[in-house]
């Protein structure tokens, strides 16, 4: 009895002590988590200064495309299914020296054109239109066939940013698949869903992409730097030129 009389208090003030502990460390990783949501983004990331950034005039070939030189890494989004191989790959040649084996650092989204999914990285994705999805499903379908393309892959967009300084990306007509890529990967260097989606959508239009499939495709990018941070990192200080 005596042990029991005094081993009850002794318990009590155990699970205050762990209580209080584990309401410290969840107030902690809240704050940390909550900084890290809130740090300032690059400056390439702002939505009415991006344009600065292009280096080829609208209407060249490739069909549609749209050229940036941000920080070490040129960043090009295009109509690659629709467009001439020969056109593509000379893009490819004229900023980086990526081979053949590295796909030219281009990855083409769509699924039509035969010589383009030889000669590039081939990515099928769906047309995020919004008569054809909600949200969830198109953010899902990009993330699980996007993801690796990251920094997982042999070719990545992390490794033809550092050692080529060249990332390419388009889908048919560069007008659904190919600009939501391109603001995943502006997501995964450090910008919002939020600006990345009003960049793209500024240059290639919406053409039927609601702003919020756009933002949740985006989004899935950001969650995705945010469980790798040291390879996001080093994306994020290639764009901003160290």
């Keep these: 009895m005596n042990v029991d009389a005094h ?32 740090q300032e983004e690059p400056a390439f990331c702002k939505p009415e200064h991006f344009s600065h950034y292009e280096i080829r005039s609208p209407g ?16 090009a989004g295009m109509a690659v299914g629709d467009s001439e191989l020969d056109d593509v790959e000379d893009l490819a040649y004229q900023y ?15 699924k039509y054109n035969s010589e383009a999914r030889k000669a590039f990285n081939n990515r099928p994705l769906p047309i995020p239109h919004g008569l054809l999805g909600t949200d969830a499903f198109f953010a899902r379908k990009f993330d699980k066939t996007m993801s690796s393309s990251f920094h997982d892959d042999p070719t990545s967009f992390l490794s033809c940013a550092r050692e ?41 239009g919406t ?14 990018a950001q969650l995705f730097a945010q469980e790798n941070p040291r390879e996001s990192a080093e994306m994020r200080a290639l764009f901003e030129g160290r």
Excluded at 13 to 21: A, G, H, Q
Aim: proline content about 4%; overall charge positive.
């Design 60 to 75: 060249e070939q490739p069909k549609r495309l749209r050229l940036f030189s941000i920080g070490k890494v040129v960043l």
């Design 96 to 110: 980086s020296n990526a081979t053949a084996a590295e796909g030219r650092c281009t990855w083409y989204l769509g």
């Design 164 to 204: 080529e300084g060249y990332i390419g990306v388009g889908c048919e007509g560069q007008r659904h698949r190919g600009p939501s890529v391109f603001a995943m990967i502006l997501s995964y260097a450090g910008c919002s869903p939020e600006s990345s989606t009003k960049i793209v959508n500024s240059i290639w």
């Design 207 to 220: 053409n039927g992409v609601r702003p919020s499939t756009r933002r949740a495709i985006a989004r899935k």
């Design 7 to 38: 081993a009850a208090p002794a318990c009590h003030d155990v699970r205050m002590k762990f209580s209080s502990f584990c309401l410290t460390l969840s107030l902690s990783l809240y704050a940390h988590s909550s900084f890290a949501d809130s």
